[in-house]
């Protein structure tokens, strides 16, 4: 069983249903453009909730990960409901197991090539999950990585931020921060992961990790949201080049929370939406992002999956070719700012793939 930090009281805002102890409340700096919603629990999911993350080719579909910490535990998909504007506003049937994930935890995100990361808790452990697969392909102890246990959560940088690609990777027990470099491994198809970073100790037993849209109210820099399992909260950090928070910037976004869990963002609306591993095992939507920007290499715009493919590098060339600037991948200013260093740059993005 998970140790509970101390947590912190609010003032009412929403209950949780279900949950008389959950209690939440957006911070006032940040109350006028945000609001937070309660879903509810997913049908068919076991508590505890982990991860949640919901796949740009598949907007329709919530996946979220149940019982928690446990060797039973899995990762569920369930459907959507949306209303006239796309927000989300509730689920549609029972959810279906995609694939076990046995000790899940609060971190899943989809990485390069599709495939989905998740950690562990509390054996340390990264798991990974190739398209299709019903059972992790690899799982990856952390420890002799430099890894203090026992991992919390996990994020891929998104295209257009500061370090854009990078695996992060937050211990819950320890609550430290560390960049972790990877590589393809041909022979599995999976990726191996090396030697992490010196830690950032940010604390409060991180779960749930977000890099908010850029122009969403109030986050006028590139900036992060975390979830805190130990004080209750979600917090802001701003981020430094490399995509990692600056301790000093941390803010208080919302408090009052019982179990603050797994985090993603609604690839359609910018909607930010956590789990709880305690109060009821819910689903909480918060109002008030901005649309995440269009997925880069999706150069014809397509919507049919997988959206990023090969004719997207035809589109690129003509692109290229005409002198178009969105060509112009790597941001470059010197003459020729188009050159050879954007089509490969343009083929790093197209491995990261449009998560």
Known sequence: ??????????????????????????????????????????PGVPPSYGG????????????ISGGANGGSGAIYAIQLVRDGTNQIVGFSGTATQVSTAPFNDGGLDYGPL??????????????????????????????ELGVGPSTGTLAFVPSGFPGEGRLKVASYSQGFWYDVPFAFDPPTGTFNLQQASTGIQIGGGPEGIVFVPPTSPQFTTRSILVSEYGTGRVVSYEIDSNGDPIVATRRVFI????????????????????????????????RGFAPPPACYVNCDNSTTPPVANIADFTCFASRFASGDTYANCDGSTVPPVLNVADFICFLNRYAAGCS
Do not use: H, W
């Open 52 to 63: 949640v993350e919901i796949s740009p080719a598949a907007t329709g579909t919530l996946l």
């Open 114 to 143: 599709n495939i989905l990361f998740f950690t562990t808790y509390s054996n340390n452990t990264i798991g990974q999950i190739k398209p299709g697969s019903t059972t992790p392909d690899r799982i990856i102890s952390m420890t």
């Open 255 to 286: 408090s009052g929370l019982s179990g603050a869990e797994g985090a993603t963002l609604d690839p359609v609306t910018g909607q930010f939406i956590f789990s709880t591993f305690g109060g009821g095992s819910q689903v909480v939507i918060v």
């Open 1 to 42: 069983m998970r140790v509970q930090f101390q947590s912190v009281t609010a003032a009412v805002v929403v209950s949780l249903a279900g949950s008389a102890q959950a209690q939440i409340t957006v911070d006032p700096f940040y109350a006028a453009n945000y609001s937070v919603v309660g879903l509810g629990s997913v």
